[in-house]
């Protein structure tokens, strides 16, 4: 079967770094990608990585090693406002699998 | 990224009835998606709308039940079909990004109560 595993929650203080993981089980993953979602509002796509590395955007970064099926969001310089779930996703062609989402909660 | 509404924003029903969503994009996307989602849970895919031939349904979902429109390039209906408190959930549309299916851009959802 196709899955995502990632921790449910991570709590972390204003201004540090946290690294969310994802672990995944399938086959025919191409990529993975990451989702904030803030309570009562819609995901937003953050980034996406299909090849083995790294891909920053700001002070959001993203790893994947396909090799290991492992990949990781590292969030820098932690702000309130970054307090939200986070959803690792991946999938084969047009569909997408969400992990089960890590709530982060960022506090002073 | 593609602006995405959604209608209604939530909605309270009777078991046993129906309740169609529309979900208008604001540019001409090929693929669309129907997600459904219990608050403080994942996102499920309940099935994939490419316009002109037949929603692609993922298992566990099924056309009588959630019958899904697709009549244009900017426009989608999901409707949820004699409904009972277990569809009670979020429900979801999103559109493919220039990366493909990998990068969704989500609306707003519908927020659905069935009592």
């Known amino acids: 079967g196709q899955s995502l595993e990632q921790p449910s929650e991570v709590t972390a203080v204003e201004g540090a770094i946290v690294q969310i993981n994802c672990t995944y089980q399938?086959?025919?993953?191409?990529?993975l990608s990451w989702y904030q979602q803030h309570d009562g509002g819609a995901p937003t796509f953050l980034s996406y990585?299909?090849?083995?590395g790294l891909e920053e955007t700001g002070r959001f970064s993203s790893f994947l090693s396909r090799s290991d099926s492992y990949g990781y969001l590292l969030l820098q310089e932690l702000q309130m406002k970054d307090s939200a779930s986070y959803f690792c996703?991946?999938?084969?062609?047009?569909?997408?699998?969400f992990g089960a989402g890590t709530r982060l909660a960022v506090h002073p | 990224s593609a602006v995405i509404s959604q209608k209604p924003s939530r909605d309270i029903c009777q078991r046993g009835t129906s309740l169609t969503i529309q979900c208008q994009v604001d540019s001409q996307v090929t693929m669309m998606f129907w997600y459904r989602q219990q608050p403080g849970q994942s996102l499920t895919l309940i099935a994939t709308?490419?316009?002109?031939?037949?929603?692609?349904?993922e298992s566990g979902f099924v056309i009588d039940k959630f019958p899904i429109s697709r009549p244009n390039l900017t426009f989608s209906t999901l409707t949820v079909s004699n409904m009972s408190p277990e569809d009670s959930s979020i429900y979801l549309c999103?559109?493919?990004?220039?990366?493909?299916?990998?990068?969704?851009?989500f609306g707003p959802g519908t927020r659905l109560t069935v009592t």
């Open positions: 999103s559109v493919e990004g220039d990366r493909g299916d990998y990068e969704q851009y």
């Open positions: 990585n299909a090849l083995d």
């Open positions: 996703a991946g999938g084969g062609y047009n569909k997408l699998i």
């Open positions: 709308a490419n316009q002109g031939s037949e929603a692609t349904y």
């Open positions: 399938t086959s025919g993953f191409y990529g």
